[in-house]
Nanobody, 129 residues
């Protein structure tokens, strides 16, 4: 059974930093693409950053230069380092994973599309001005 568990959310002031983590289990971690998505109140879910099984990454324009996605295959953990946070980054952040060959669910992250079939329950990020 695939499980994704996010942590690291919280409340910080604008200009601060947070690092989100996503602990994955129940599948061959290194074979999957993984990503971070966010949804603010009243807005649609947005793809923030994604990393493919080969390590290539993609970001939505609004976070380029501020956020960095990475993964540790040995620890089955995905990270999102968020720096220079802005109030508009306030949202629930979700971790997701998928493998293109098996998926019918594709989501846009930046200029690319990624298959995402499994989702965590989210971690809340609140940025105050």
């Amino acid at each position: 059974q695939v499980q994704l568990v996010e942590s690291g959310g919280g409340s910080v002031q604008a200009g601060g930093s947070l690092r989100l983590s996503c602990a994955a289990s129940g599948y061959t971690y290194s074979d999957y693409s993984m990503g971070w998505f966010r949804q603010a109140p009243g807005k649609e879910r947005e793809g923030v950053a994604a990393i493919d099984s080969d390590g290539s990454t993609s970001y939505v324009d609004s976070v380029k230069g501020r956020f960095t996605i990475s993964k540790d295959n040995a620890k089955n953990t995905l990270y999102l380092q968020m720096n220079s946070l802005k109030p508009e980054d306030t949202a629930m952040y979700y971790c997701a994973a998928g493998r293109g060959a098996d998926s019918a669910n594709w989501y846009k992250v930046g200029a690319s599309y990624y298959a995402m079939d499994y989702w965590g329950k989210g971690t809340l990020v609140t940025i105050s001005s």
